[in-house]
């Protein structure tokens, strides 16, 4: 592999020297929604033997999103959907493709994206896509690819979560690390091979991994009974450690083959948006790839791991305090059961009013 | 090679992730007392000593593990034997 030289990163008045965008789209608006319910440190060191020292120390986390009764995933991610929309400045009937990544769906059967479509009031193709953390990268790519070949013209791509449902009360270990909440961008094909949109991208899977991170029962695996239910099998297993190195050098990898992919080196990149999973995670993860805690937006301390919707979150998050110029080199980096991880390249190029603050629901 | 040049190698391991000054490497040096590693930067550490020294550590075998020597009893087992 060649290794381009790392030159000193410049905030130039023109246009710099670029690679060309291999799948235009333009944002054309950002919104996120969470729930108005909070769990902080102190809630969970009440209910389990842990601290908010201990959990800011290991994950960065101060406090996490969790929904009441009544709030489902359906209903963040429409939140967010109608805030994506408000953004763009279009109804949701500009629409003619609608993708929800979740793992998280409001029930096994029908998606997650039909009450989506319903709340909306729309009709238009409507599907989810599960590709657990690395979901939101995996549905970007896969709308880019839409709106390249004209299967659709504006693809909303809502990433969207429920994890607090999986959560298993007695086990200290995932307890304080996931969270609630939605995001969405409206996505309309773009200008060409100098515009916006995905310079590069890097989408797979690791199968040798898939028994590391698992809700075992409820599916068709193990159908749901009395008894998986008594056993906790319904709530997410992690083997935190082996979890951890592979995110850690899944990642590196993948950062580092889209930005050979692009011929650029990591000073090019304004913003590394990475999954919010773990802020250790981050940490060992920038030294490897040659990007600095400044060019990287972390948000992981409010909401905890909010698996697909925890990039766009980021990046709504991101965008709202003004860290991403037109034309801006974006880097988005997922990482999730599967194991999968998604890289992606954008170059920056967004038509919204500019996106609010996300919304809190109450319960 | 033999285990003073390891513990060179597993020392600069140690300053580089674990952010600690080199005179604290000590084979006695305990991780979360003396270097103020937690288990997340010992996970680190051994990920950056499979990579310098290409070998590899399940998970598993870093129960126990809880001094700087213990590392590089680790290591040392793993490195092939010199001719």
Known sequence: MTVVAPRPRARPAARPASPPTRLPFRIGGLGAAIPGGRLTNADLAARVDTSDSWIVERTGIRERRVVGAGQATSDLAAAAAFAALADAGVGPDAIDALLVATCTPDMPLPSTASFVARTLGVRCAALDLTAACAGWVYGLVTAAGLLVSGVSSSTLLVGAEVLSQWMDPTDRTTLPLFGDGAAAAVLVAGEGPTGPGLVAWDLGVDPDACDLLTVPAGGSRRPATADTVAAGDHYMKMQGREVFRRAVRTVESSCQTVLHDAGVPASAVALFVPHQANARIVDAILPRIGLTAAQTMVNIDRYGNTSAASIPLALCEAAAAGRLAEGDLVLLAGFGAGMTWGTALLRWGYTGSGPASPRSLPA | ?83
Do not use: C, N, W, Y
């Open chain 2, 1 to 83: 090679m033999d285990r003073s040049a390891a513990f060179d190698q597993l020392r600069e391991a140690a300053v580089e992730v674990l952010h600690v000054d080199a005179s604290a490497v000590t084979e006695d040096a305990r991780f979360k007392e003396d270097l103020d590693a937690d288990s997340l930067a010992l996970i680190e550490f051994v990920m950056a000593l499979e990579e310098r020294f290409d070998i590899t550590v399940p998970e598993e075998e870093l129960d126990g593990v809880t001094k700087v020597g213990q590392a590089l009893d680790l290591v040392m087992a793993k490195l092939p034997a010199s001719a």
